[in-house]
C-alpha cells in the first residue's frame, strides 16, 4: 500500500483510562524494577508510561533461589514478590520516577483487601503516579491466586479498592491461570477497574531431570517471554470481543512481546496499549525499536493513528 | 580502558561484539574472545552478559549468525577473563565458558565474525587493599577466569601475587600448560608452568581431585597446604575467590578463622543482569534486620562479596538460599 504519510507524521498518543502516554509501550510490572536499573540502556522518559514492581504495605524478602529458569522460548519465575515495602518505595524509590514526566503505574499486591486497599490508597496521594494496577494474580505467593481465579472474591476485592483510589486510574492485571478469563474481566469491570492489564504469567514448572529436582525452590513459577504470546493475544481478543469493548474499558496486552509486529498483534486483538516484559532482561531498547518499527508500519500503511488499529481484526 | 585497580567502572552499555576467536582450552572449556567499542573503564570481577544479537526490529527473519545450534532467548553472564584495548578505538573481551546448555551450545558454535550482543561491564569489581602484601587467588573449575585478570592488574600494582587453581582433573583445567616446567605436587611450591598467569608474572599451584596434575585435592585444601609453609602474616595477606559455591565456603572459612582478608565472586543464574529481575539473589548478614539477615542481588551489589558478610547454606538461622 503506498501512501504519502512519513514516519515522523504517524500519531502513537494513547488516551487511557485519563492517562495519556505518547506511545502505546510500557514496561510490564517486575520486569523494570522502580526505573533507574534501566537508565544507562534507555530514556526511561521515552516509555509510553512506566509500570513498577509490587508493592505491598511490607518489605518482603522474596522466594529462595534459583528463582528463575530459562525455557523453550521462555522463563519461568518465582520471585514472591520481593520489595522494598510501602514506605521505601516512596521515600526512595519516588523520586526518581516524580522526573520521568510520564505516567507512572504501581503495581499493588497484598494479602487481603485491606492490604490492597491501604498502599493502593497511599499512592493514590502521590501526584507522579498516575495509576494503580492491582496485583491480583502474582502466581508466586500462597493465596495470591484467589482474588484472580474466583469472579466473586476479585469483584469483591476491586469494590473495597475503588473508593480509596480517587485520583489514579484504576487497573486490574488479570490471570491467565483461569477457565474464563472474559467471566473476571467481567468481575473487575463490576468492581470499578477502569483498565485491564492481560496477561500475567502462566503457572508452570520444570524439572532437573539428573536430579530429580524442580528446577525453581519454589517449585513452581510463572511462564513468561515468546512461548506465551499466541495464548495472550487469543485471551485480549476474547477479552476485548466479549467484555472491554462494549463497557469501553481500554485493555493493556501484554505476553511474549518482543518486536513490534507482535505489538501490532495485541493492538489488532483489541489492545489499547502494551507492556513489553520478559524481552527487557534480552534488550532493554525493546520499547524504543519497537515505536520505530511502529511508525514506519503504520505510515506504510497509510493509518495516520495507532488508534485506528486498537480492535481492527477482520474474522 | 586501561585497568588501573581502584578506579570506578564506566556505566554498563549495550555493545555489539565481532566475534575474533573461538578457542578450546580444554576438554569442556573455551575462550571466546569478542572485539567491540573501547569501554573506557572496566575492572576485574566485572561481569559481560552475553546473548544473540537482537532480531532485527520485527523483521519476521531468523537471528544474525550462521549457525544452526538452539538459540537461547536470555543472556547468560560471564566473568570478564580478560580486557585489551586494540586498533586504538576497540577493545577484545575474553570469556571463558564451559559448555553445559542451551546458551553455551549457541556459543560454542560462534565462529569469527559471527555477532554476539553484551551488556557491559557489569557489576562490582574485586577491592585491592592498600597494606596486603600478598595477594592469593584461589579457583576451582571455571571460577579460573575473573582471577586471571585479577592477576594481570595486581601484577601492576607490585604485590606478591600467587594463584592456587584446581580442577576435577587435568582435562578440566583451562590452562595452557608449559611443558618443559615441571609441576610440583607438594602443594607448598608454586611454578610458573601455566602460560597465561606467567605472562602477569604470577606463579601458579595446581592441584586435581584425583591427583592428574599437581597437589592431590581441591583447591582449599591446596590453599591450606601452602599457607603452612609460605611464612606468610595473616594480616598482610588478601584472598581472592571464585569457583563453586562449596570450595569458596571452604575457602571463606579458612580466611575468615585466621582473619585473613577474603573476596568471593559468587555466580548466580539471573534473567537481567542489572537489578531488576530479581533472580540473583545471594543471602547476607544484616545485624539491623529482624532476622539477622537480608537479600542482595549478586548482579548489582556484586558479584564480588566480602566473604564475612555471606550466609553459607550450612549456617542454619532458617536463612532461605
Known sequence: MSSSLSPEGVDLSVQLAGMRLANPVMTASGTSGYGPEYAPFIDVSSLGAFVTKAVTAQERKGNPQPRTVETAAGMLNAIGLANVGLERFVTEKIPFLATLGIPVIANVAGHDPDEFAMVSARLDEIPCISGVELNVSCPNVSGGLDYSTNATQLEALVTTVRPRVRRAALIVKLSPNVTDIAEMARAAVRGGA?????????????????????????????????????????????????????????????????????????????????????????????????????????????????????????? | MTVTVGDSPSPPRMLVGCVIANQALCREHFRLTLRTEAIENALPGQFVHLGPPSADAGDDVSRKGTSFAPIPLLRRAFSIAGMRLVEGDRCDIDVIYRVVGTATTWMASL????????????????????????????????????????????????????AIIGARNRDLLALTFDESVEIPVDGYSASRVSAEFAANDTPVILSSDDGSVGFRGHAAAALETYYSRAGVAAGDLVVYTCGPELLMRAVARFCLDRSIECHVCMERAMACGTGTCQSCVVAVHEAGSPDGWRYELCCTQGPVFEAGRIVWPDSGGGVQH
Open chain 1, 194 to 315: 477502569e483498565a485491564l492489564s492481560m496477561i500475567n504469567t502462566l503457572s508452570g514448572m520444570a524439572i532437573n531431570v539428573d536430579t530429580f529436582r524442580p528446577l525453581l525452590a519454589n517449585v513452581t513459577g510463572g511462564l513468561s517471554g515468546p512461548a506465551i504470546k499466541p495464548v495472550a493475544i487469543r485471551m485480549v481478543h476474547k477479552v476485548y470481543s466479549e467484555v472491554a469493548r462494549d463497557a469501553g474499558v481500554p485493555i493493556i496486552g501484554m505476553g511474549g512481546i518482543q518486536n513490534w509486529r507482535d505489538v501490532v498483534e495485541f493492538h489488532l486483538a483489541g489492545a489499547s496499549a502494551v507492556a513489553v516484559g520478559t524481552n527487557l532482561f534480552v534488550d532493554p531498547t525493546t520499547p524504543n525499536t519497537i515505536c520505530t518499527g511502529l511508525r514506519q508500519f503504520l505510515a506504510d500503511k497509510g493509518i495516520p493513528r495507532l488508534t485506528d488499529l486498537i480492535g481492527q481484526l477482520r474474522t
Open chain 2, 111 to 162: 565462529r569469527p565474525d559471527d555477532a554476539a550482543s553484551m551488556l557491559v561491564p557489569l557489576g562490582n569489581a574485586f577491592p585491592v587493599s592498600k597494606g596486603k602484601k600478598y595477594a592469593w587467588l584461589v579457583g576451582g573449575g571455571v571460577g579460573l577466569p575473573p582471577l586471571l585478570w585479577l592477576s594481570e592488574a595486581l601484577n601492576r600494582s607490585s604485590r606478591s601475587v600467587t
